[in-house]
T-cell receptor, first 112, second 111 residues
Framework: EPEVTQTPSHQVTQMGQEVILRCVPI?????FYWYRQILGQKVEFLVS????????KSEIFDDQFSVERPDGSNFTLKIRSTKLEDSAMYFC??????????FGPGTRLTVT | DAKTTQPPSMDCAEGRAANLPCNHS???????VYWYRQIHSQGPQYIIHGLKNNETNEMASLIITEDRKSSTLILPHATLRDTAVYYC????????????FGTGTRLQVTL
């Protein structure tokens, strides 16, 4: 069964460093999302992406965040200058139809 | 998006049906009810969705009241692997539509 994959599974970085989280959505899906979950808290929407542009973004998704689909398979989330409060699980999701979203296993980002 | 209310936790014996309730009294006419679950810290997993009719798939059944103000997710024969946090989410259908997660119901399936 097709699945969303994410790399790395765990990323440790120092405050102020740039990180890029990578996702490979399900082939033929056209709609992509990033969510995050701070330990013990809710899953929060960050951004949705379609046709090479952002469809919607939350207030969390400020100028420090960017997304890109650099080729036909990868979907990336970049955080330019990480802060301690960016430590969280980051989930990528993709959608082919109009109902269900398929989530990846997540990348645990630890900012020290 | 309409707000949902779920009990914070429930227990269920293995092999028995798990019935997870959700209130969504402010749901609007074009909003669907979606159920996802999250096992430990894994990515959320889609279970089922519905508009106003009851729905069933290989994972679960979804019962939506006639006034659409509440729904129940039914896992007919719960197993230990069904232990997870279950999220009831109300939102518009359509692509590029965000999911707004609440705190969900933590279902513990026991022997």
């Amino acid at each position: 069964e097709p699945e969303v994959t994410q790399t790395p599974s765990h990323q440790v970085t120092q405050m102020g460093q740039e990180v890029i989280l990578r996702c490979v959505p399900i082939s033929n899906h056209l709609y992509f999302y990033w969510y995050r979950q701070i330990l013990g808290q809710k899953v929060e929407f960050l951004v949705s992406f379609y046709n090479n542009e952002i469809s919607e973004k939350s207030e969390i998704f400020d100028d420090q965040f960017s997304v890109e689909r650099p080729d036909g398979s990868n979907f990336t989330l970049k955080i330019r200058s990480t802060k301690l409060e960016d430590s969280a699980m980051y989930f990528c999701a993709s959608q082919g139809g109009i109902y269900e979203q398929y989530f990846g296993p997540g990348t645990r980002l630890t900012v020290t | 998006d309409a707000k949902t209310t779920q009990p914070p936790s429930m227990d269920c014996a293995e092999g028995r049906a798990a019935n997870l309730p959700c209130n969504h009294s402010t749901i609007s006419g074009n909003e669907y009810v979606y159920w996802y679950r999250q096992i430990h810290s894994q990515g959320p997993q889609y279970i089922i969705h519905g508009l106003k009719n009851n729905e069933t798939n290989e994972m679960a059944s979804l019962i939506i009241t006639e006034d659409r103000k509440s729904s129940t997710l039914i896992l007919p024969h719960a197993t230990l692997r069904d232990t997870a946090v279950y999220y009831c989410i109300v939102g518009n259908t359509g692509t590029a539509s965000k999911l707004t997660f609440g705190t969900g119901t933590r279902l513990q399936v026991t022997l």
